[in-house]
């Protein structure tokens, strides 16, 4: 029609890292799968944010029976402002983590679900979804429950809490930060975080939840943002005691790379340490960390990711790399001999592979995770049995 321009930048996509997991997609009929009696695990994926799509896809593609918990801190973006504006639950990682269970991902209408509208505050689509859904059911877990049926969801999807929460936070050096989003950005890495519900009451679980955790055979913290997506899950009262209560192995997916300030300089070990201070002293069975050479004593400590040079990646170890090879506002994150022994003196076993995608040095190859996987879960039903 002659005078209408159409705008190229009225939608953009959000981008996630279970968009890697399209090859996977297409090579699963060619791999191992596991057998009926691993098939009939139950796992459940504690996290948040773009992390924990990236394990319930592995999951998914294993064939093994898979429901989310989810942090429900989250304060910036889209979410910040309907939570501000219309005094909605935060919508956001619930959406990301529903297309992830979607049964088919390039399906229209789970791929407009991640749109997101120039034209109205950059909003996604998912979100303004839910949050219409909660008000016109007066639900939040009603709401969930219709886009699980829309996307044709392959498990479920339980918040962690339905109360308003404020994540706040203390860094390294003594700062007091209040907010997820400020939090995150930290400009120094994060010591502590806590929680509390807008009414002033301690938060109260969502009770399905806890059932999830206490049910499951294996529960995978992670990967993602440690104090803000994994971390604010396990400070809902009932959640480690859950945990506990579970018979499922626990395994810790640690992030390849810092890419907030949050954890900006840790090493593995040090996430390790970050969730024992929060309430997993003796309740992790596996940690799973990135390293491109074999953990031996000779070895240096090793990135997570590549350095780059020119168009290809060249890896080496973290203290080869000047501030020029890292990509701009991204640190590996690195794990020595010494701090590998030094976190299984505490119980878990560590567990240390290539996981780097090739195409996307922050994210996880959808093919080395699904090994590690497969190899945990035969681990964990070796050492029950």
């Not at 999807?157 to 003594?174: E, F, I, K, M, N």
């Not at 294996?218 to 396990?234: A, Y």
């Amino acid at each position: 029609m002659a005078g209408i321009k159409k705008s190229t930048e009225a939608f953009r996509v959000d981008p996630a890292a279970t968009a890697a997991f399209s090859a996977l997609r297409s090579a699963l009929p060619n791999l191992r799968p596991l057998d009926e009696d691993a098939r009939a695990l139950k796992a459940v994926v504690i996290g948040g944010g773009t992390g924990a799509p990236v394990s319930i896809r592995t999951l998914l593609s294993l064939g093994v029976q898979t429901s989310a918990v989810v942090a429900m801190a989250d304060d910036g973006g889209s979410t910040g402002v309907l939570r501000e504006e219309a005094d909605v639950t935060p919508p956001g990682d619930i959406r990301k983590c529903l297309v992830a269970f979607a049964k088919d991902p390039a399906d229209p209408l789970v791929r407009a679900l991640k749109y997101r509208f120039a034209v109205a505050r950059d909003h996604a689509l998912g979100n303004l979804l839910l949050a219409a859904l909660e008000d016109a059911t007066g639900s939040f877990p009603e709401a969930i429950a219709i886009c699980e049926k829309l996307v044709d969801a392959q498990g479920h999807v339980y918040p962690s809490t339905l109360d308003h929460v404020v994540l706040s936070a203390q860094t390294q050096d003594g700062r007091i930060l209040d907010g997820q989003a400020v939090a995150c950005h930290s400009k120094t890495a994060l010591a502590q975080v806590w929680l509390s519900a807008e009414d002033g009451r301690p938060p109260r679980p969502y009770e399905p939840a806890l059932q999830a955790i206490r049910e499951a055979d294996l529960i995978v913290l992670g990967p993602g943002s440690l104090f803000t997506s994994i971390i604010p899950n396990l400070l809902i009262p009932g959640v480690v005691e859950a945990i506990r209560a579970s018979r499922g192995r626990v395994l810790f997916v640690c992030a390849l790379a810092d890419v907030q300030g949050e954890t900006w300089g840790l090493t593995a070990r040090e996430h390790f340490e970050a969730l024992t201070a929060h309430g997993m002293e003796g309740l992790i069975d596996y940690m799973l960390v990135h390293s491109k050479v074999p953990l031996r004593a000779e070895s240096p400590a090793t990135g997570s990711f590549a350095a780059i040079s020119g168009a290809e990646l060249e890896h080496a170890s973290t203290s080869d790399l000047n501030d020029d090879q890292l990509i701009k506002g991204v640190r590996p994150i690195s794990i020595s001999y010494a701090d590998m022994l030094a976190i299984q003196s505490r119980g878990p076993i560590v567990i240390s592979r290539n996981l780097v995608d090739a195409e996307q040095p922050t994210w996880h190859s959808p093919f080395a995770l699904r090994d590690a996987f497969q190899n945990v879960i035969k681990l964990s039903r070796a050492r029950r049995s």
